[in-house]
């Protein structure tokens, strides 16, 4: 039976960052081939409203993306009022995960190397083990279903490179759909230590769902009642409240990872088509994100589907994502917001990558020493 979550699961942890996981965030250098000629690797997120697909090969600054895929498949819809996968919903998550079992195939890719998860629809839907055997059975893919804390740690290690140095704290705010996981790190010498997590049960698809959007009129009162429900999820935090005082006083800042945040960068800077390499790594203040969600209201419906940067499969789910932002922002103030269109892949690609990189482990071989008396001596294994 999958993990179900009511309230908020939380855990307070201190565990330091390692030198392979500090902020410029790439694999660490070691041992392996790189280039063309290095292997290729998976990694697979089944999430609430996306799947998404990312193949690369290590680098010594990272890794080379060779191929990616993401198709909005909206797995948790109805999953709220149900506790059950729908359907219809079932059908769509895994014809997508048809399409990304060929393009491993395609690739060759070494089932060592692919990394396949899934997170909160799985884990909450009472169904959600059998849906995974079903695609285990159909399309050759093991999906493994991650706990809260795997999936805001591997959030965090896909932003690493993305933390300004000089901060003294960050937020790393990864908006789901059917979750929300917040990370606080504060900094300790050259590098940040974790200093606690929570992981809120809204994200886009049920906050969307509990507040379905007002035909006409001011908008404003709704948009307002999806921020006060997620500012109450977010209310409890696992961390000292003094830590808020470092935000307030303009020495922390957030980063913000999924759609939520891209959505209203994209807006923001007004593109004609979603550029990644504009998006990645903007700097935004509080300011223009409330002035992007202005916008957004102010589009509609059938004017937010008609932007590139959001598409009719978003158009219903966007203003859910800034009004999530926009209570953790009251939340934890900060001016400055770096936008991540990375995450959860890169983290669990730069994990395996690290993984293989590690040197070869040592093994203790016990000699024969003069007279017979036992010595020890190491050895390559």
């Given amino acids: 039976m999958p993990e179900t979550e009511g309230a908020s699961s939380r855990r307070r942890s201190q ?13 660490p250098a070691g041992p392996g081939a790189s280039g063309r000629d290095a292997p290729l690797y998976g990694a697979l997120d ?3 409203n996306n799947c998404r697909l990312l193949i690369a090969r290590a680098a010594k600054d990272g890794f080379r993306v060779v191929d ?20 219809a919903a079932m059908e769509r998550a895994y014809e997508a995960l048809m399409l990304c079992g060929e393009r491993v195939a395609k ?29 285990r059975q159909g399309t050759g893919l093991k999906l493994r279903i991650i706990d809260p804390a795997e999936e805001a740690r591997l959030a965090v290690q896909g932003c690493l490179n993305l933390f300004d140095p000089s901060a003294e704290a960050i937020l790393v705010v990864d908006v789901g759909g059917g979750s929300t996981e917040l990370s606080w790190l504060r ?31 001011d908008l404003n009162p709704w948009y307002e009642a999806m921020v006060a429900d997620m500012g109450a999820a977010i209310a409890d935090t696992p961390v000292d ?16 990872t999924s759609g939520a945040i891209t959505s209203l960068a994209g807006i923001h800077l007004g593109l004609p088509r979603y550029q990644r390499n504009l998006v990645d790594g903007l700097w935004m203040t509080r ?15 059938e004017g937010r589907a008609a932007e590139s940067c959001i598409g009719p499969d978003r158009a219903d789910l966007v203003l859910a994502g ?10 934890w103030p900060s001016e400055r917001v770096r936008v991540a269109d990375r995450g959860l892949r890169e983290g669990l690609l730069l994990q395996r990558m690290r993984e293989d990189r590690k040197p070869p482990r040592r093994k203790r071989r016990r000699g024969r020493g003069r007279g017979g008396s036992g010595g020890e001596q190491t050895s390559a294994r």
């Fill in 15 to 27: 565990p330091r960052l390692s030198d392979g996981e500090r902020a410029r965030g790439g694999a």
């Fill in 241 to 256: 409240p003094a830590l808020r005082d470092v935000f307030v006083q303009g020495r922390a800042h957030l980063v913000g």
């Fill in 322 to 331: 800034a009004a999530i932002m926009e209570a953790v922002q009251r939340a």
């Fill in 287 to 301: 300011g223009d994100c409330e002035a992007a969600a202005e916008r957004l209201k102010a589009l509609g419906p």
């Fill in 68 to 87: 990616s895929f993401s198709r909005i498949v909206r797995l948790g819809e109805g999953l709220s009022r149900t506790g059950r996968l729908d359907d």
């Fill in 187 to 217: 900094r300790n010498g050259s590098g940040f230590v974790l200093e606690g997590w929570i992981s809120a049960p809204i994200g886009v698809v049920t906050l969307a769902e509990r507040h379905p959007e007002p035909i006409g009129g």
């Fill in 107 to 135: 690739r060759g890719i070494d089932p060592s190397r692919l990394m396949a998860v899934a997170t909160q629809a799985c884990r909450q839907a009472e169904n959600g083990a059998a849906f995974i055997e079903r695609v």
């Fill in 46 to 48: 089944l999430g609430t």
